[in-house]
């Protein structure tokens, strides 16, 4: 299974989700809202939570932002197990 280890950001609205792992096979990889989800299952799979706004994977993290009015406690969990689940599968 993939470790996965939030971490904050100078940006509240950000946060640094640490892989054990590559998140990408070399490129860096950013899914917004309009992208297609073919691009990145991941990116697709975290942003369709719903409140997020960006998806940065690149190296061994993925970067995910939120609006202002996204909490953070739900879904920080909900990132973590989207992370979890598309690499264990």
């Not at 950001?9 to 309009?34: H, V």
């Not at 942003?47 to 739900?74: E, K, Q, R, Y």
């Amino acid at each position: 299974m993939t470790s996965v280890t939030p971490i904050a950001t100078p940006n509240p609205n950000a946060l640094k989700f640490q892989l054990d792992r590559p998140a990408t096979d070399g490129k860096p990889e950013t899914f917004r809202e309009g992208s297609d989800p073919a691009d990145s299952p991941l990116g697709n799979a975290i942003f369709s939570l719903g409140g997020i706004t960006n998806v940065f994977l690149t190296a061994d993290f993925v970067s995910v932002t939120v609006f202002d009015s996204a909490d953070w406690d739900t879904l920080i969990p909900k990132v973590t197990a989207a992370i979890e689940t598309h690499f264990g599968a």
